[in-house]
């Protein structure tokens, strides 16, 4: 491909396959698969479950490592990395944000959020961390711990702790999913703003609500991507969700 | 959890560890903390009486026999106390590093979470080390003064059972701040090393799903370690009845050390395995829970029962060893004794004995202290130890098996049962006479249990020397006489009732050796064992939480974790005895090496109480830490993803 491709992607998939188990049990989890995902769009991921969606975001991410094929992430080829280099981008050029929200339950929220700057041996200020909080909407819940906090809010921080670093990507694995309608709605209204703000957001979810509110939903199936759409409703991305997944 | 403080106001601080964090880790650092503080209060205290005793002065105003007398007490004194250092000094090394070990992998997912959001794999490692050292500072720092409370306890034990003079106490040294702060940092640090290494390594995601390499048991590390001590374990007990009486014995009550450590390495493979054998009395829906549990905790499992496993291999293969060893040394006694009374008095009354119409024959023995001196230039070597003086040819038809006496004149001296001292010249001072170079002829085997080490023929020694020595006179009696009455030559006894208060002094002193060596150390490894089960179920109060929400009550989640722990207990302490069955193999083939007949002993009513006192102790943590850990309502917990 070319250097072009590289600059312009968020993210760069090049015939990446990932295999897990061996001989007669193994599973393609994900099959030569070719994706580029615009800088600063939004960009869903679709497919029945066990298609393989987690897989390709952590590949993507850097999480897992690919059997075959190239990564590119924010221009940065990452398939080869070592260690310290994936720590690195983990630092500073990706956020992740699971559907359980992983968050630290010892830590107060705006300690959680505060956690990347320090591991990147910077002391963040107090003001800084609260705007990010504040952003997500939680500036009056700064000193509560993950515990006292409704799913919703949680998955919030998460978020605020995902952005702190202002990554170039940030991954999102069903953010949505444990969450109500009012807290899914609140969240995606969020990474709707920090799209429109040129924030690249890379999200599976299983709801063509959530879907609907990305750039560009492109469905995976069996490992592969079988299909694409952009700039289609809710309806449109369930309907093609529903004959994918017959 | 974090060593993120140095924050000033206006930054977002860190405490350390973070208040609400203390709440549910409490325990690990609480465990970890405890498990230096005793580690180094039981080495820092065997230490000191070591030092004190090696550096006893013998006090001023004593006879030269009573001045004999002391050195000899005080030389058995430093070695007893050798035996009890390295005892102690085992198992902090063992407790210390296996507790840390655990406290780190029992945080695998914090840790995963904080590679995640972009920790390097040397911040994890320097985060754990530098745990490690506050944590092991700490708890030498505590360790420190309960290690002069344990030190007045151990003096107390060996003042009562008069194995030191009444004025003895442990003395302190200033450098001992130094060595046991050093120690407690050093066996922290080494116990975290490895873990903090390996949780470093995994991949953040597995660690995450406890997938992939996070879920390998047996790591390189622990295989090798395992097959070393493995190894050791075998060789000891292939070396031992080659090793002589005293080295045989020394070599068989090591084996169950090793064996216990190869045991631990193993656990992974062996402690579940073992654990799903034992019925733990709860069928259906939570027999099932219990069992997926055991499979899935593997790491679990063999971290909780790594104690209980040393503890009992430790307890049972040494006191079984030394019970063993006294029994056959007994009757090995029995067997080379041949005579049917005692008398006990002293000084050399054997002739006015045999003049007693009935008596056919008379041994008279008799105990003087010497010191002796071998080697020379700079080899010389001065020992005190116990000699005989007896009669070489009265003495060889006693006591079956020395016949060897009989060939030799009355200017040499010969081994005795002691075994200490090999044949050659050897330069003999007795209380106030100096006997010169002696020549050392073979003459009694070694012996079992032990005894005097040189044998003297009565010519040899001025009879002044012998008139107030404490003398033992075996006779033998003319066949089809009446028993001659002896009484007016001193405390008579027949041989079997002498032998039976001679085995039971023996016993009571190789039991009180026992307490010694083991009891304090025991109660530190039932520590131990008391701090991994409450460890163990610190990281579970999601786990409780989610099993209730699946429909368990809290009393069937409480009796699914008795359930557990029981059957990893139970594995722990079967593997315990199969590292003790070690040290008997290694007994069984030494006594039988050393006196012809193989000999085990082994004290099964002690195993009873160590399995009902482990048992209970387990049984009643894992209830009191699964009762607590699910006091909360399960939906508070399970609210929050962490
Ligand atoms: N660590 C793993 N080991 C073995 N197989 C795995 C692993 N992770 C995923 N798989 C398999 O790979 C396939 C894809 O899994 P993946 O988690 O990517 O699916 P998904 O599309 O995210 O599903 P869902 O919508 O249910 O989350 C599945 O068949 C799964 O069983
Ligand atoms: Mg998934």
Known sequence: MTTTVQTTAAVSLRGVTRTYGRGSAAIRAVDDVDLDLPRGGWTAVMGPSGSGKSTLLHLAAGLERADAGRVVVAGTDITDAGDQQLTELRRTRIGFVFQSFNLIGSLTAEQNVALPLRLAGRAPRRSEVRSVLASVGLADRVRHRPRELSGGQQQRVAIARAMVTRPDVLFADEPTGALDSTSARTVLDLLRAMADAGQSIVMVTHDPGAAARADAVVFLRDGRIVDRLAGADTHAVAERLAAWER | ?642
């Open chain 2, 1 to 642: 959890m974090l060593r993120l403080a140095r924050a000033g106001a206006e930054r977002v601080s860190f405490g350390f560890p973070p208040r609400e964090g203390i709440a549910e880790r409490w325990s690990l650092f609480v465990g970890a903390t405890l498990s230096v503080c005793l580690g180094v209060a039981l080495v820092q205290s065997s230490l000191l009486l070591l030092i004190t005793a090696a550096t006893m002065d013998t006090p001023g105003g004593l006879s030269p026999t009573e001045r004999l007398r002391f050195d000899d007490g005080r030389t058995a004194a430093v070695s007893m106390l050798g035996v009890v250092m390295g005892g102690a000094a085992f198992l902090a090394i063992f407790i210390i590093s296996s507790t840390f070990a655990f406290t780190v992998d029992q945080r695998r997912r914090d840790l995963a979470l904080l590679r995640l959001v972009g920790g390097s794999r040397g911040q994890l490692r320097r985060l754990l080390l530098g745990e490690a050292v506050l944590l092991g500072t700490l708890g030498a720092g505590l360790g420190i003064p309960a290690g002069l409370g344990v030190m007045a306890v151990q003096a107390w034990l060996m003042r009562r059972m008069g194995f030191v003079p009444d004025g003895f106490h442990g003395q302190w040294r200033m450098w001992i701040l130094g060595a046991s702060i050093g120690t407690g940092l050093v066996l922290a640090v080494a116990g975290a090393m490895a873990a903090a290494h390996r949780a470093a390594r995994v991949r953040p995601l597995d660690a995450l799903r406890d997938s992939g390499e996070a879920t390998r048991v047996m790591t390189a590390g622990r295989w090798i370690l395992g097959l070393l001590f493995l190894g050791g374990a075998l060789a000891l007990a292939i070396v031992a009845p080659h090793g002589g009486p005293a080295g045989g014995q020394a070599m068989a009550m090591n084996v169950p050390l090793c064996a216990a450590v190869a045991a631990a390495a193993f656990g992974p493979l062996l402690i579940p395995a073992v654990a799903r054998l034992i019925p733990t009395g709860t069928g259906g829906p939570l027999g099932s829970l219990t069992r997926a549990n055991l499979r899935d905790g593997r790491r679990r499992s063999a971290s909780v029962a790594a104690p209980v496993t040393v503890l009992v291999a430790l307890v049972l293969g040494q006191a079984g060893a030394s019970a063993s060893f006294t029994t056959s040394g007994i009757e090995q006694l029995r067997r080379t004794t041949a005579a049917d009374l005692v008398v006990e008095s002293s000084g050399p009354i054997g002739e006015r004995i045999a003049a007693v119409p009935g008596v056919a024959s008379a041994s008279t023995e008799i105990e003087l202290p010497a010191q002796i001196t071998t080697g020379a230039g700079e080899d010389r070597e001065t020992s005190t130890i116990t000699v005989l003086v007896v009669d070489f040819a009265a003495y060889a038809r006693t006591h079956p098996g020395s016949e060897a006496l009989l060939g030799l004149d009355h200017r040499t001296a010969a081994t005795g049962p002691g075994g200490d001292i090999s044949a050659g010249t050897t330069r003999v001072e007795l209380p106030g006479l100096d006997l010169g170079d002696l020549p050392v002829a073979a003459g009694v085997p070694a012996a079992v249990s032990g005894g005097a080490d040189l044998l003297l023929p009565r010519g040899m020694v001025p009879p002044a020397q012998l008139t107030s020595a404490p003398s033992a006179t075996f006779v033998r009696v003319t066949p089809g006489t009446a028993l001659p009455d002896l009484t007016a030559h001193g405390k008579v006894s027949t041989v079997d009732r002498w032998l039976a208060a001679d085995a039971e002094t023996r016993g009571s002193t190789s039991n009180k050796i026992m307490v010694l060596v083991l009891g304090l150390g025991a109660l530190y490894a039932l520590v131990g064992v008391v701090n991994s089960v409450v460890i163990g179920a610190a990281a579970r109060r999601r786990e409780f939480a989610e099993a209730r929400v699946t429909g368990l009550s809290r009393g069937q989640v409480i009796r699914a974790a008795l359930a557990e722990s029981s059957a990893v207990s139970v594995a722990g302490i079967l593997l315990g005895l199969v590292a003790a069955g070690g040290a008997f193999i290694a007994v069984l083939n030494t006594t039988a090496a050393v006196t012809g007949t193989a000999t085990l002993d082994p004290p099964w009513t002690l195993f009873a109480g160590l399995t009902a006192t482990i048992l209970l102790a387990t049984g009643v943590t894992s209830v009191i830490t699964s009762w607590s850990a699910t006091r909360e309502r399960p939906v508070l917990l399970l609210g929050a993803r962490e």
